[in-house]
């Protein structure tokens, strides 16, 4: 298992051993000492993302919402919701059944200690997003309603309220023209 953990992370299309990846595929082969070694260096993409992560999410409303919530990077509940209830997902099932897993991390807190804003762990989500991007009838994105339901968040809720989070977000999905007319407008506010 050891001399597969290592193979797999130093395969020929990298350059580098990731110490994040190791620590990964170390963590899992810990936790898992039954993992078939010649599965895991054989096997194609990233098995870590496909097998580790995505086989073993809890519930629906959980896998469906990953193309949002993997987009989104960091969020609260009403950045992920429009797009969660346009899709038929129950925000809260979705945004809770997220911060019970080890690859997300609440970042802030409301005031009955729930978890307010949370994080896909930064490493670990560019390969969330190329397998999801790669299984597109699966785990279907719609990145300009998205950036469209954040434009609508940052021009209506009040300044006090509104989460630093969706403003970043909006600014990296909106197209340029648009990203300064929203930026103009919060200016003005």
């Known amino acids: 298992l050891r001399a597969a953990v290592l193979a797999r992370c130093t395969l020929s299309y990298r350059r580098d051993v990731n110490p994040y990846d190791l620590a990964c595929y170390c963590d899992w082969a810990l936790a ?18 496909e097998q580790r ?16 919530a993997v987009e989104l990077g960091r969020f609260d509940r009403s950045m992920i919701g429009p797009a969660l209830r346009r899709r038929g997902i129950d925000v809260d099932a979705a945004f809770s059944g997220l911060v019970g897993q080890e ?67 909006a600014l990296r999905l909106l197209p340029v023209a648009d990203g300064g007319v929203m930026w103009a407008r919060l200016e003005e506010r």
């Open 103 to 169: 690859w997300v991390s609440a970042v802030t807190f409301n005031r009955d200690g729930r978890p307010a804003v949370v994080e896909i762990d930064p490493q670990l989500r560019p390969r969330l997003q190329a397998v999801l991007a790669g299984r597109p009838d699966r785990y279907p994105r719609d990145v300009d309603a998205l950036a469209a339901d954040l434009r609508a968040l940052v021009e209506t809720v009040p300044l006090p309220e509104l989460p630093v989070e969706a403003v970043e977000a």
């Open 53 to 68: 992560i995505l086989a073993r999410l809890p519930d629906a409303e959980v896998r469906d919402c990953l193309p949002v």
């Open 32 to 49: 898992e000492p039954d993992l078939d070694p010649d599965a895991l260096r054989d096997a194609p993409g990233d098995p870590y993302v």
